[in-house]
């Protein structure tokens, strides 16, 4: 089955980059997803890859899909103090379309002034 | 938003009693799912639902049924509440256009 998964913890200095990372287990998976989650909200979809693709750019988001490892990073440039919440990164594996996602644990980002 | 909300927001219960989560959306999305959240395991998905009266299950389905009488509501019961059932419920849609899901603001559940 899919497993993905996440450190649970980061922090970094407000202005710097911050770098979540995510592995999965299944390479046929056709969409990968960052999801942030901020205190006491739902989960806000940020950008999502197509698995067709190596880099996706949005303003300050930048995702890089390694098929190769199974790795999927979220690069947040400019690290701001907003920036603080849970990040998900979630797959949708190729026998259920887009229809199920598999969700990793989450990262809790952590923003020092 | 997606114009999805969940009701109640927070509800306390005991042990044994009947529970149902009620999630509405406004913009007539075929799919509908509802997740647990719980420390260390992400969410993890209930049920879902591909349209009015078609439901399925997801991986922790066990002491839950969902219904979809209408479009717009998708309603998730715990039949009897036990506290391993304490958690966070989110509902969520997927968009046809884009493929994407997108969530509710949550239902904290206790169960005492």
């Known amino acids: 089955g899919e497993d993905v998964e996440q450190s649970l913890f980061l922090s970094v200095r407000e202005g710097d980059s911050s770098v979540i990372n995510c592995t999965y287990t299944?390479?046929?998976?056709?969409?990968l997803y960052w999801y942030k989650q901020e205190p006491g909200a739902g989960l806000q979809l940020l950008t999502y890859?197509?698995?067709?693709?190596d880099m996706k750019q949005d303003q300050r988001l930048t995702v890089l899909l390694n098929k190769k490892d199974k790795h999927l990073s979220l690069r947040i440039a400019d690290t701001q103090t907003g920036d603080s919440a849970i990040y998900f990164c979630?797959?949708?594996?190729?026998?259920?379309?887009?229809?199920?996602?598999?969700f990793g644990t989450g990262t809790r980002l952590t923003i020092i002034p | 938003d997606a114009g999805i909300t969940q009701s109640p927001r927070h509800k306390v219960t005991e042990t044994g009693t009947p529970v149902t989560l009620r999630c509405h959306q406004t913009?007539?999305?075929?799919?509908m799912y509802w997740y647990r959240q719980d420390p260390g395991h992400g969410l993890r998905l209930i049920h879902y639902?591909?349209?009015?009266?078609?439901?399925d299950k997801g991986e922790v389905s066990d002491g839950y049924s969902v219904s979809r009488s209408k479009t717009e509501d998708f309603l998730l019961t715990l039949e009897s509440a036990t506290s391993s059932q304490t958690s966070v419920y989110f509902c969520?849609?997927?968009?046809?256009?884009?493929?994407?899901?997108?969530f509710g603001p949550g239902t904290r559940l206790t169960v005492l």
């Open positions: 299944d390479s046929s998976s056709t969409y």
């Open positions: 979630a797959e949708s594996p190729p026998n259920f379309g887009n229809e199920k996602l598999t």
């Open positions: 639902s591909y349209g009015v009266k078609d439901t």
């Open positions: 890859i197509f698995s067709n693709m």
């Open positions: 969520a849609i997927m968009t046809a256009s884009t493929d994407t899901q997108y």
């Open positions: 913009e007539n999305h075929r799919y």
